[in-house]
C-alpha cells in the first residue's frame, strides 16, 4: 500500500497535534500501563508515525525504559518524527527511537516479534478491508496489546447548525469509503472492522469515544478542516459546489472568526490479548 499525501501534510499534522493531544484516551493508556511487561525497554512499533505525534504523546505516559520503531512511507516525515522524540518515559527511564521506512500494511509477526505494543494514530480508516485484516492477524500473532487512536467515526457536529451540514457531511463520509487505486477505504467503518477482526482472533478490544471539540482556540484548525471537509464532500458530489455556492464562504468565515464550533467523531481503541 503506497498513500497518496499533500505536499503541506506535515503542516496539518502539526495544526492537528493539540487537537489530537486532547482527544485521546488517557483511561486506555491507564488499562494498557497495567497490562505491559518486558524483561528489557518496552519495544513500541508505530505504525504510519506521520511526524511522531503520537509518540511524543505516549512515551511519557509510559513507565520504563522505552525503545520506540516508527514505521512510514516518508522519509521526510519520518525525519522529522525522530526529530522531535522525546528523551526520557514518565519515571525518567531512557526513551530511543528508529525509522523504517516501508509498506506497514505488509508487515510480519515475524518483524513484530520483539513488540511489547504496537500503536497507530488516524490510521485505520485509511486502509482497505484486506489491510485490516492483514494487520490485525500480524498483532494477534505477534500476541502483543495493540492500541490504534483517532479514528474516524463519521460524526460531524457544526454549531450553529445549518440545514445543509448533514448533506456535505453524508457526502464526506462516502468520500471517506471511496475507492483509490484499486483500494476500497474503510473510512468510518475501519473501527467497527478492526473490533470484529480482532474477536475472530480471540482478542478483546475496549473502546472509548475521542472527539475532537473545536471552539475559537482552534480557530485556524477548523478553518483548515472546513475546507478539506467541504472539498472532499464536493468530489465525491459535484453537485455540491452550486449548492453549497453561498453556505461556503459564510462557514468558512465564521470558522476564521472562532465563530463556528466543530466536534469531529473519533475513537480510540485497546486490543488485549487474552
Given amino acids: 500500500m503506497s498513500i497518496d499525501l499533500p505536499p503541506d501534510f506535515a503542516k496539518w499534522l502539526a495544526l492537528r497535534e493539540p487537537a489530537?493531544?486532547?482527544?485521546?484516551?488517557?483511561?486506555?493508556?491507564?488499562?494498557?500501563?497495567?497490562?505491559l511487561r518486558a524483561p528489557g525497554p518496552l519495544v513500541i512499533h508505530d505504525l504510519g508515525a506521520g511526524?511522531?505525534?503520537?509518540?511524543?504523546?505516549?512515551?511519557?505516559?509510559?513507565p520504563g525504559a522505552q525503545h520506540w520503531i516508527l514505521h512510514e512511507q516518508d522519509p521526510d516525515l519520518l525525519a522529522r518524527a525522530r526529530a522531535g522524540m522525546p528523551a526520557t518515559a514518565a519515571d525518567g527511564a531512557p526513551v530511543t527511537v528508529e525509522?523504517?521506512?516501508?509498506d506497514l500494511t505488509r508487515l510480519t509477526a515475524a518483524e513484530l516479534a520483539d513488540a511489547a505494543l504496537v500503536t497507530a494514530s488516524a490510521l485505520l480508516d485509511m486502509l482497505t478491508v484486506e489491510e485490516l485484516d492483514r494487520l490485525v492477524?500480524?498483532?494477534?500473532?505477534?500476541?502483543?496489546?495493540?492500541?490504534?487512536?483517532?479514528?474516524?467515526?463519521?460524526t460531524v457536529r457544526l454549531t450553529p447548525a445549518d440545514p445543509l451540514d448533514d448533506e456535505?457531511?453524508?457526502?464526506?463520509?462516502?468520500?471517506?469509503?471511496?475507492?483509490?487505486g484499486g483500494r476500497r477505504l474503510l473510512g468510518p467503518d475501519a473501527v467497527d472492522a478492526c473490533a470484529a477482526a480482532f474477536a475472530r482472533h480471540g482478542v478483546d478490544v475496549e473502546r472509548r469515544l475521542s472527539p475532537w471539540l473545536l471552539g475559537p482556540e482552534q480557530a485556524a484548525l477548523v478553518a483548515e478542516w472546513f475546507t478539506g471537509?467541504?472539498?472532499?464532500?464536493r468530489e465525491e458530489r459535484p453537485e455540491l459546489t452550486a449548492l453549497t455556492d453561498e453556505y461556503a464562504p459564510r462557514r468558512l468565515a465564521?470558522?476564521?472568526?472562532?465563530?463556528?464550533?466543530?466536534?469531529?467523531?473519533?475513537?480510540d481503541l485497546l486490543a488485549l490479548p487474552r
Fill in 229 to 233: 471537509w467541504l472539498d472532499a464532500a
Fill in 137 to 154: 492477524a500480524t498483532c494477534a500473532e505477534a500476541g502483543c496489546p495493540a492500541l490504534f487512536l483517532i479514528s474516524v467515526t463519521g
Fill in 20 to 35: 489530537d493531544v486532547a482527544a485521546r484516551s488517557t483511561d486506555l493508556v491507564d488499562t494498557l500501563s497495567a497490562t
Fill in 99 to 102: 525509522t523504517r521506512q516501508g
Fill in 51 to 62: 511526524t511522531g505525534s503520537l509518540a511524543r504523546w505516549l512515551a511519557p505516559l509510559l
Fill in 254 to 267: 465564521e470558522a476564521e472568526t472562532g465563530r463556528l464550533g466543530v466536534l469531529v467523531g473519533h475513537v
Fill in 168 to 180: 456535505v457531511a453524508a457526502a464526506f463520509n462516502a468520500h471517506q469509503r471511496r475507492t483509490v
